[in-house]
T-cell receptor
């Protein structure tokens, strides 16, 4: 069974204070690892897909990295508007199964 | 705009009543997913369709839940009878053309069963 564990559950930062969120996973053959951002009262918003160990992707202040066991979402010099819940999900490889297994998320709060 | 419309956005009902949630993926892609989100269990897959056919419904809690996809642009999730433990946010998600792996989520339906 695919499993995703995210840590910490909650993280409070000061504006400009860089940090990282962790996503540990077990999956029977990884097709892709996904990062989403979710604001209160809204649906998850897609950020990145990583496909293989060593891959990195960046978007503004966010950078996602991937190893064979975990992924990190690095947040550089965060701003209050980066406050949200960040969700990690895995998709197992093989065939036409595209289901996502999600972690419970990290609630990030960035104080001005 | 994620290209997925859900209705209603909020639903309050009493235990025992039938609830129908609706999803309209604008792109009309061949895959459609239903998820449920709660504080306790996070975001969980309920069922997904490929070419309007249910492929994996192992996440559907019990027989009170049913889902249909009569065409590529419309799907329903029905709960009958509803129970207080069904209270959650229900999301519909669909890929976009040329990108089957990535799912784009609708705004969700917040369901409260009293």
């Amino acid at each position: 069974e695919d499993q995703v564990t995210q840590s910490p559950e909650a993280l409070r930062l000061q504006e400009g204070e860089s940090s990282s969120l962790n996503c540990s996973y077990t999956v029977s053959g990884l097709r892709g690892l996904f990062w989403y951002r979710q604001d209160p009262g809204k649906g998850p918003e897609f950020l990145f897909t990583l496909y293989s160990a060593g891959e990195e992707k960046e978007k503004e202040r966010l950078k996602a990295t991937l190893t064979k066991k975990e992924s990190f979402l690095h947040i550089t010099a965060p701003k209050p508007e980066d406050s949200a819940t960040y969700l990690c999900a895995v998709q197992a490889g093989g065939g036409s199964n595209y289901k996502l297994t999600f972690g419970k998320g990290t609630l990030l709060t960035v104080n001005p | 705009d994620a290209g997925v419309i859900q209705s209603p956005r909020h639903e309050v009902t009493e235990m025992g009543q039938e609830v129908t949630l609706r999803c309209k993926p604008i792109s009309g892609h061949d895959y459609l997913f239903w998820y449920r989100q709660t504080m306790m269990r996070g975001l969980e897959l309920l069922i997904y369709f490929n070419n309007n056919v249910p492929i994996d419904d192992s996440g559907m809690p019990e027989d009170r839940f049913s889902a249909k996809m009569p065409n590529a642009s419309f799907s329903t999730l029905k709960i009958q009878p509803s129970e207080p433990r069904d209270s959650a946010v229900y999301f519909c998600a669909a890929p976009r053309l040329f990108s089957r792996e990535t799912q784009y989520f609708g705004p969700g339906t917040r369901l409260l069963v009293l």
